[in-house]
C-alpha cells in the first residue's frame, strides 16, 4: 500500500519503526522485510495486531537471516501460528540470528504443533 511505502521511506534512517496496528497484514510484509534489509541501523521493530500470518511471518523471518541489526521484535496479536511453516522459518533463522534478544509472540494462535521447533 502507498501509505505504508511512505511511512518506510519517511523511517529509512531511523533505529526504530512502529507499525502497530496498522492493518498490515501479509501482503505488506514484503515491503518491510526488503526496509529491513535495507536499513543496517534499525533495532526494534513493532508489527502487533497486523493480521500477519505464517506466510508473512516467513518473509519477515528471511529478512532477519544473520546480519541484520535488528534486537527486537514485537509481533504479538497476529495469527502467525496459523501454519507450522511460520514458526518453522523463524525458528531457523534464531538458530544462527546472533544479534536478537527479544521477541513477543504473544497471542499468535501457536499451537503445539509448533512446539518442536
Not at 492493518?23 to 534489509?37: F, H, K, L, V
Not at 516467513?58 to 502467525?80: D, P, Y
Not at 511460520?86 to 499451537?111: C, E, F, P, W, Y
Request: one cysteine or more.
Amino acid at each position: 500500500p502507498p501509505s505504508l511505502l511512505a511511512h518506510l521511506d519517511a523511517s529509512k534512517d531511523s533505529t526504530a519503526l512502529s507499525l502497530a496496528y496498522a492493518s498490515i497484514g501479509d501482503e505488506g510484509c514484503n515491503a518491510i522485510a526488503r526496509y529491513m534489509r535495507e536499513n543496517v541501523i534499525l533495532k526494534t521493530i513493532d508489527l502487533r495486531g497486523n493480521s500477519i500470518r505464517a506466510d508473512g511471518l516467513v518473509v519477515l523471518a528471511h529478512a532477519l537471516r544473520s546480519g541484520s541489526s535488528v534486537t527486537s521484535v514485537c509481533l504479538k496479536w497476529n495469527h502467525v501460528g496459523s501454519h507450522e511453516r511460520g514458526v518453522q522459518a523463524l525458528s531457523d533463522v534464531l538458530k544462527t540470528n546472533q544479534a536478537m534478544v527479544h521477541l513477543d509472540l504473544r497471542n499468535n494462535k501457536i499451537g503445539p504443533e509448533c512446539g518442536r521447533f
